[in-house]
C-alpha cells in the first residue's frame, strides 16, 4: 500500500486535539490562516475539527476543506450516525477528506464508558467504518484507549475495522499510560499478528500526562506504524499531546532510524509562534526545539567548548528549524571565551591582561545584574568601572 516504506506521514491535529485546552479556542479564521501554514510546512493530514460537536466546528471544517489543497482534511466523529453524517456533510469541499472514527477498546471504557460488551463494541466499530465508507473513501479508525487495551481484543478489533474499510488504524495512549517499550511492543504485535495490516498504515496517537508522548510516539514507528500524529508545540487536553516538531527532528537527527517526513523543518519556529500566539499559550522557555532557550547557552563550560566548536553542544542548527540563532548569554556562570566574543562583538579587542581585568569586573556585576546589556558591556571596557 506504501510506496516509500520509509515514509511517515505527518497527522496534526492542533485545530481539533490542540484546541481542547481551556480558552485557546480559535475563531474559523484563525484555524484557516493556521491551516495554510500547516499546509506550507508539508503536513500530509490537517484534523480541522470534530463537525457535530458546534456549528462553529462545522463550519471550520468546512472552510479548511475550502482553504488547503496538498493535505488531507480530516474530521473526528463517534461511531454513530449522526456523527458521521455530519463529518460527511462538513467535507464536501475537501479535495482529500479522511472521516476518523472510532471507539474504545480497553474494558475500562468498555465497561464503565460505554457499559457494554466486547462483543458489541466490536460490530459498533464495524459498523461505522461500513457507514463512513459509504460517504468517504479515506476512514481512520481509533481504537480509544489502545494504550490499555488487551493486546488480543485490540488485533481482534484491528483486523475487523480493516476488514469493513478502514485504511488508517489509530492505537491512541489516550491517557499517556504506557511506557515506550509497551507501547513499541503493542504495535509490533499488531503488525506481526494482524493478517489483513498491509492493507492499512498503523497510526501512533499519544498523549504526555507522564512525559512520555514522544518516546512512545518514536517506539511505534520503530515497531512499525508509519503515521505519527501530533501537535505543534505539543498543546492539547491535560498535559498535552506528542509534540510534532520533537518527532519530526529526532527522525531528521537520527538518520540510522532510516525514516523520514515531508516536513520543510526550517518553517517550524515560524508557525509554533504563530499557534502560540493565536492560542495565547506561551512556549515554554526550555521547550525542546522551539523553546527560547532551546539555542541559547549560558554555562561557562558550555559556551567555551559552542565557540570552539558549535557541535560541541549543539546536535540541531537552529536555521534547521528557522529559529533566529543561537545566543551565548552573559550571567556570572560564564566564562572568559564568552565575554571576549561579546566584547568582540562589540568592536573591543582586549589584550590577555585587560580581558582578565574585565572579566573579575564582569563577575562582580553579573553577579548583582540578571541581564547584562550591550551598555554594560561598553561601561566595563569604556570607563574601566562597573555599572549597575
Known amino acids: 500500500m506504501l510506496h516509500d516504506p520509509n515514509r511517515v506521514y505527518v497527522f496534526d491535529t492542533t485545530l481539533r486535539d490542540g484546541e481542547q485546552v481551556p480558552g485557546c479556542q480559535l ?73 476518523h472514527t472510532g471507539i474504545g477498546s480497553s474494558d475500562m471504557h468498555i465497561k464503565h464508558k460505554f457499559n457494554s460488551t466486547r462483543e458489541e463494541i466490536l460490530e459498533r466499530a464495524v459498523e461505522a467504518v461500513k457507514y463512513a465508507k459509504r460517504g468517504v473513501e479515506d476512514i481512520e479508525f481509533y481504537a480509544e484507549d489502545a494504550g490499555r487495551a488487551d493486546i488480543h481484543y485490540l488485533a481482534k478489533m484491528v483486523e475487523a475495522v480493516i476488514a469493513a474499510g478502514a485504511t488508517v488504524v489509530n492505537i491512541p495512549d489516550t491517557n499517556g499510560y504506557c511506557l515506550p517499550d509497551q507501547y513499541g511492543s503493542k504495535i509490533r504485535f499488531l503488525k506481526e499478528n494482524v493478517k489483513n495490516i498491509d492493507k492499512a498504515i498503523i497510526s501512533v496517537h499519544c498523549h504526555n500526562d507522564l512525559g512520555l508522548a514522544t518516546a512512545n510516539s518514536i517506539a511505534g514507528l520503530q515497531n512499525g506504524a508509519r503515521q505519527v500524529e501530533g501537535t505543534i508545540n505539543g498543546i492539547g487536553e491535560r498535559a498535552g499531546n506528542t509534540s510534532m516538531e520533537e518527532v519530526v527532528m529526532i527522525l531528521k537527527t537520527h538518520q540510522s532510524l532510516g525514516l523520514h517526513t515531508q516536513i520543510k523543518s526550517q518553517k517550524i519556529y515560524e508557525i509554533s509562534r504563530l499557534v502560540s500566539t493565536q492560542m495565547r499559550m506561551p512556549v515554554q522557555p526550555n521547550k525542546a526545539i522551539v523553546g527560547g532557550n532551546a539555542f541559547a547557552h549560558s554555562s561557562g563550560i558550555h559556551q567555551d567548548g559552542f565557540l570552539k566548536m558549535r557541535e560541541n553542544y549543539e546536535i540541531i542548527r537552529p536555521e534547521d528549524v528557522g529559529f533566529p540563532s543561537a545566543t551565548i548569554v ?21 589584550e590577555k591582561d585587560e580581558l582578565a ?21 561598553r561601561g566595563l571596557v569604556v570607563n574601566q568601572e562597573v555599572r549597575g
Open 357 to 377: 581585568d574585565a572579566y573579575h569586573r564582569f563577575l562582580t556585576l553579573a553577579d548583582g545584574k540578571l541581564d547584562i546589556s550591550d551598555d554594560d558591556l
Open 330 to 350: 552573559l550571567t556570572a556562570r560564564s566564562g572568559r571565551h564568552a565575554l571576549k566574543f561579546h566584547l568582540e562583538r562589540l568592536g573591543f579587542k582586549l
Open 27 to 99: 475563531t474559523t479564521p484563525e484555524k484557516i490562516e493556521i491551516a495554510r501554514e500547516l499546509e506550507a510546512l508539508g503536513v500530509d493530514i490537517i484534523e480541522a475539527g470534530f463537525p457535530v460537536s458546534s456549528p462553529g466546528d462545522f463550519q471550520s471544517v468546512v472552510e479548511i476543506s475550502k482553504a488547503v489543497s496538498t493535505p488531507t482534511v480530516c474530521a473526528l466523529t463517534r461511531a454513530n450516525k449522526g456523527d458521521i453524517d455530519a463529518a460527511i456533510e462538513a467535507l464536501k469541499y475537501a479535495k482529500h477528506p479522511r472521516i
